[in-house]
């Protein structure tokens, strides 16, 4: 079954915009990961934050960790026609250690 | 040049028919793992191997069967008994399975299968 849902399902941004997405659980978590897809490729990951962890930084992008609301936030700073992909939350159950994605965002950069 | 391959890129199955996908990694990682991806869809575990000699099934082991003989190979047999087979085969691996604090996953390039 799904754990984490991401929001919204597409976004069209123009590039230098910034690009929010969110990802919603259900249950506790150990860790919570982002990744990245480029069209008919494998996934990249981006960033992993634990569970007792607020926030992380990665170049431009920059992850928030909500553990009493069970949800995060990936925001794409300055983005760019390259950023153009499909990226999914993961998380890590507290009792597996097992990921479980979610359907994922589409993000459209147009230039 | 490390890295997880998977081939083929393409593989058309024919009604009845067994196919093998193969992934391979020299990372040295201990774990390992297939998933299927649908269309507009996340991943889906079927099998997850945590090391050598040792395999467990996902949430949708139904119709596949894998192996896990080599430390560096974890191939994915997709079987007749799999009645919906077409889509989108990804291997990946991890340096463990079981990190309290968290583990990373790398992906292959993955495997497109579709049916005849």
């Known amino acids: 079954s799904q754990q984490g849902e991401e929001d919204p399902q597409a976004l069209s941004i123009q590039e230098g915009e910034n690009a929010t997405m969110n990802c919603s659980y259900k249950?506790?978590?150990?860790?919570l990961q982002w990744y990245r897809q480029n069209s008919g490729r494998g996934l990249v990951h981006l960033i992993l934050?634990?569970?007792?962890?607020r926030e992380k930084h990665s170049g431009r992008l920059r992850v928030t960790l909500d553990t009493s609301k069970k949800s995060s936030s990936l925001l794409i700073t300055a983005s760019r026609a390259a950023d153009t992909a499909s990226y999914f939350c993961?998380?890590?159950?507290?009792?597996?250690?097992?990921?479980?994605f979610g359907s994922g965002t589409r993000l459209l950069v147009r230039p | 040049d490390g890295g997880i391959t998977q081939s083929p890129k393409y593989l058309f199955r024919k009604e009845g028919q067994n196919v093998t996908l193969s992934c391979e990694q020299n990372l040295n990682h201990d774990a390992m793992y297939w998933y299927r991806q649908d269309p507009g869809q996340g991943l889906r575990l079927i099998y997850y191997?945590?090391?050598?000699?040792?395999?467990q099934k996902g949430d949708i082991a139904e119709g596949y069967s894998v192996s896990r003989e080599k430390k560096e190979s974890f191939p994915l047999t997709v079987t007749s008994a799999q009645k919906n087979p077409t889509a989108f085969y990804l291997c990946?691996?991890?340096?463990?399975?079981?990190?309290?604090?968290?583990?990373?996953?790398?992906f292959g390039p993955g495997t497109r299968l579709l049916v005849l």
């Open positions: 990946a691996s991890s340096i463990v399975f079981d990190r309290p604090d968290g583990e990373t996953q790398y």
């Open positions: 191997s945590q090391i050598v000699n040792d395999f």
């Open positions: 934050i634990r569970s007792n962890e």
């Open positions: 993961a998380t890590v159950p507290a009792s597996s250690y097992k990921l479980i």
């Open positions: 249950t506790s978590i150990n860790n």
